[in-house]
């Protein structure tokens, strides 16, 4: 179960206090705190922290910890890159796993300028060829975020995870409300791309808080497995400017359009 919890995390891949400072983007230093279930049982809690960047280097944080009975599992995950016009660029990633069964530590250094990518996953290590279309699987949610805004039409991500390349597809299903404990949100949904219809990953974001997840669910042949949902989130003043491509409307590609409406699918 705790394996499904890292992969559904991977992929990206999700408050009390709702402030929201206008003009937010997804690289506003922000704190978001999720609620963990399996199924009905609550397993614990999962927040994401993006710091204010220090000159033109930014990080992301991520910290989870969650329970079932007996076991357990915390992880501590960082990520640190820069921004390039709207493409973020991995610098360093780490994670560090405790828990029931074996303790693990993950690390990747992208060198760009010797071209190469360090991975060492447990005792195992690997290298890989630079390419500026990699990226950590922690950091990759903020790109997925940044091209929605600028109406980017492909969404497809390969990363660095585990000692190995992953590719992850996602396309977009509909427009939806999301009513859940910390409030209602007009929502975009998605869906991850999958070659069996046995596993569905499904998450939603909010286009007016700049894309932030509000909920991620996950089946495993039809049964609901995971259900991630958005506590409280709260965006800080910048104190450094940050310049990205301006936010454009999403296109209505499958129906979907960014503005704001009320004639649509509500999901509790």
Do not use: C
Not at 252 to 262: C, F, K, P, Q, R
């Amino acid at each position: 179960m705790f394996r499904k919890l890292s992969i559904i995390f991977a992929v990206s891949l999700l408050f009390t206090s709702n402030i929201v400072i206008a003009d937010t983007t997804p690289l506003t230093p922000h704190t978001a705190e999720y609620q963990v279930n399996y199924g009905s049982i609550e397993l614990g809690r999962a927040r994401y922290i993006l710091a204010a960047p220090e000159g033109d280097q930014f990080r992301y944080r991520f910290d989870s910890d969650v329970s079932l009975l007996m076991l357990s599992d915390q992880r501590h995950i960082r990520s640190e890159f820069t921004l390039e016009g709207d493409q973020l660029i991995p610098m360093r990633y780490s994670v560090e796993r405790t828990g029931t069964g074996p303790n693990f530590r993950e690390q990747i250094a992208f060198a760009k300028g010797q071209n190469v990518v360090h991975s060492r996953y447990k005792d195992e290590r690997a290298k890989f060829p630079y390419d500026e279309q990699l990226f950590d699987p922690l950091m990759v949610q903020l790109q997925f975020r940044l091209d929605m805004e600028a109406n980017k039409e492909e969404l497809h991500y390969t990363m660095v995870k585990e000692g190995e390349i992953d590719d992850y597809g996602f396309k977009i299903v509909g427009k939806e409300r999301v009513n859940i404990e910390s409030g209602s949100y007009q929502t975009i949904k998605f869906e991850v791309k999958r070659d069996s219809s046995k596993r569905q990953t499904f998450f939603w974001m909010a286009p007016e808080l700049s894309y932030l997840p509000i909920r991620l669910t996950h089946f495993e042949k039809g049964s609901k497995q995971l259900d991630i949902t958005l506590l409280n989130y709260k965006y800080e003043p910048q104190k450094t400017a940050v310049t990205i491509a301006p936010k454009q409307a999403v296109s209505d590609t499958s129906g979907v359009a960014a503005e704001h409406s009320d004639n649509v699918t509500s999901v509790n």
